[in-house]
């Protein structure tokens, strides 16, 4: 797991410092259009999409792997709250715990969809890749189900402070994030079975 979310960490550490200011292509402007939030959808991809490529699973890819470095970042934050609280015996920490569980389970399912979406680069035939798809779909669906609960369970305690809201954030942020992921994801899908249909992509257009 550890080498397979580092390196996703590092490229976009490297990036972000240029990521500003960058020209949206506009293929990711268009691809963005579907998506629930487009402005933070073209900030993410911008800086990480080969400029020049008109591939919807290049996007889906790049998006699932921001979701991944969110999530990972969130976690290892989440951890480190959870051991301060629980050496100071706050009342928080069970709901912390409880939301780094949520993380961890986000974490595992945003990477299942990525080998996921890998494979459907070489599915033989088109059941396999609505399997897959159906698969990816499913979990992409969990990590905003996960993100909900773990917001939804600070809603019992009177949270304040920097780093509630800090918590809060950051798993709003992955929340968001998968979900342009999924709606990219399901954009891809769309394309591919025009694709097979015999059709253009741009039928699928929004």
Not at 30 to 50: F, G, I, K, M, W
Not at 137 to 165: E, H, P, R
Request: net charge neutral; hydrophobic share 40%.
């Amino acid at each position: 797991m550890a080498k397979f979310v580092l390196p996703l960490i590092l490229l976009l550490i490297i990036s972000i410092f240029v990521v500003e200011g960058a020209l949206v292509p506009k293929f990711i402007e268009l691809q963005c259009r579907r998506t629930r939030y487009p402005d933070l959808c073209e900030r993410s991809l911008a800086n990480h999409v080969n400029p020049t490529s008109q591939d919807p699973q290049e996007i889906a890819q790049v998006a699932l792997k921001v979701s991944i470095v969110k999530a990972v970042y969130t976690k290892i934050y989440l951890r480190k709250v959870s051991k301060e609280l629980k050496q100071n015996k706050a009342k928080e920490y069970q709901a912390v715990e409880d939301c780094l569980d949520q993380m961890s389970d986000s974490v595992s399912q945003l990477t299942n969809s990525f080998k996921e979406l890998q494979r459907m680069k070489s599915a033989d035939a088109e059941g396999d890749f609505v399997w897959c798809q159906s698969n990816v779909q499913t979990w992409l669906s969990t990590v905003l189900t996960d993100t909900y609960i773990c917001m939804d369970g600070f809603s019992g305690y009177g949270m304040g402070g920097k780093v509630m809201a800090t918590i809060k954030a950051r798993v709003l942020n992955v929340a968001q994030v998968t979900s342009n992921t999924l709606a990219l994801f399901n954009g891809f899908a769309a394309w591919h079975k025009s694709n097979s249909n015999g059709g253009s992509y741009g039928e699928n257009e929004p």
